[in-house]
């Protein structure tokens, strides 16, 4: 401990700490703790500042109107974006971006996926097949590459895949990846010979159906016909049935003649 003598005080310091005692009519502070200003250490520090005698600013990080803990430096309240930490002075790793840094980058940014800590904008180019300043927006359908400045093969029937121009199917006659490659004519002809043979096989095929539906037609019809061809003949063909018939015609036929010429006899 170490004692001082200066007119009518004495102050003694005991550390860090400084406290005085009277020794005339008054006493005031020589010295105050962090955070603290005027002769009895009752004035905080204004807004913005903060440590032993005022000295130290708080982090323009800070985003509570750039206020901080008086005492201790400490932001109140959340980090501007892009920092983190108790005095928002850590920059956001690599990736992450925004309020406290819990925003990714875009994985389309090409610069190993990093961006701008404050607004996600990608540092440098776009993945191929993207645009905008996050690089989150597709190229429009018929272009792909790099700044989406490719334009898709005349020869895709469907739009091309946006980051290497990849498409199919391809229009008749070319094929590869991105449908710019000519079929060889040799190629073409056995395509042409192999598409005619099937149509071919199909119209006979059809042509088959077609006979095998008319003949039947034609035997069921027979069937018909000789079913009821038999039924006459069986009718024509019972002669006792036709006996029968005619004795009883005949006996009918004498009885009406008796009934008529009664003494013809």
């Known amino acids: 401990m170490k004692v001082f003598f200066s007119g009518y005080y004495m102050v003694f310091r005991l550390h860090w700490f400084y406290f005085g005692i009277t020794l005339g009519n008054s006493c005031v502070c020589l010295l105050c703790k962090s955070g603290y200003l005027g002769q009895y250490c009752t004035e905080a520090c204004r807004k913005g500042m903060w440590g032993e005698q005022c000295k130290n600013y708080c982090s323009p990080n800070c985003d509570s109107n750039k206020r901080c803990n008086v005492t201790t430096g400490d932001c109140l309240g959340d980090c501007r974006a892009g920092f983190y930490g108790p005095k928002c002075e850590t920059k956001c790793k690599i990736g992450t971006w925004g309020k406290n840094c819990l925003s990714n980058c875009s994985p389309n940014c090409d610069s190993n996926q990093s961006c701008d800590i404050l607004t996600g904008d990608c540092l440098g180019a776009c993945k191929a097949g993207y645009l905008g300043p996050q690089c989150q927006t597709l190229c429009p359908p018929g272009l792909y590459g790099l700044d989406c400045q490719d334009n898709c093969s005349e020869n895709c029937l469907h739009p091309c895949d946006s980051t290497d121009g990849h498409c199919s199917p391809c229009r008749p006659g070319y094929e590869g990846e991105s449908c710019q490659k000519a079929v060889p004519l040799r190629r073409k002809e056995e395509t042409s010979n192999s598409f005619n043979f099937v149509h071919f096989g199909i119209g006979v095929a059809s042509l ?14 027979r069937s018909l016909l000789g079913r009821r061809r038999t039924r006459v003949c069986n009718i024509y063909n019972q002669p ?21 010429h009664p003494y013809q006899n």
């Open 208 to 221: 088959a159906v077609a006979v095998a539906i008319v003949f039947g037609i034609l035997v069921l019809r």
């Open 240 to 260: 006792d049935v036709i006996s029968s018939d005619m004795n009883q015609y005949v006996n009918n036929q004498n009885q009406s003649e008796l009934e008529e």
